[in-house]
Structures are given as C-alpha cells and as structure tokens.
C-alpha cells in the first residue's frame, strides 16, 4: 500500500488501512499488538529505504517484537501459550517493564529483556 501511494502517509494511517482490509484468516487470528507491531515495521523501513524488502523465511535470523504487557506468568501471551515452556540460562525478571523480543538465530530462540542501565561518569582525562 505504501509503495504503490504517490504520496506518503503516517503509520498510524497505514496501520488503520491493512487492519480493515481483507487479511487472511490466519493473520485475523494473530493478536492486534503483533500485526500492529509488524504494520509499523514495515512503515519504519519503507521510510528509511524506499526499496526496502520482507526477508525471507531462509533468513538465518527471525525477530518477534512484544510490548511490555505481553510477557506475563513466564511466558509470551500467556492466554495463547499455556503449554509453552522454556528453559532460560539467566534470571528473567519479572515484570519486565519494556518490551521484548523472541530471535531466533541459526536454530537457537533468544529472549531478549532489556534493562535501565545508570550512566556513570568517569573522571578519566584522554
């Protein structure tokens, strides 16, 4: 839709336009906030490179991107993911305040929490 536009428009508007089209009836069933997500995406790279392309499903890293509000008893989407489990190398907090991501990368998933970091400054002359 916004390749084919002679003239650009807002995400906002984008994403208002693709979720009252005619979708696939597997892409209805994905929650709002992921095709939401993956609307504004897609808007973010077409703007910053007009011949900007989806990757392929060969591409050796994938990302999903959550909200904060996503991630709760442990798990993505707990409603939709009841028997998910997964074993995590490090303490995952709880709650996480920002939004997540899963990766997958060369047949391994990564979770990916981020976490306010302190400036500090150093009194180091160079």
Known sequence: MQRQSTTRIGKLKLRNLVMQSDLPQWVKETPCQIRQNAIFDAHQAISASGDAQFRSIRDP??????????????TWYSKFTKTLKFKASEPIPEPCDYGTQLTYRRGKWFAVFPEPVIKSHTSSKK
């Open 61 to 74: 890293r994938q990302t999903i991107k959550f909200n904060n509000s996503n991630f709760t008893k442990g």
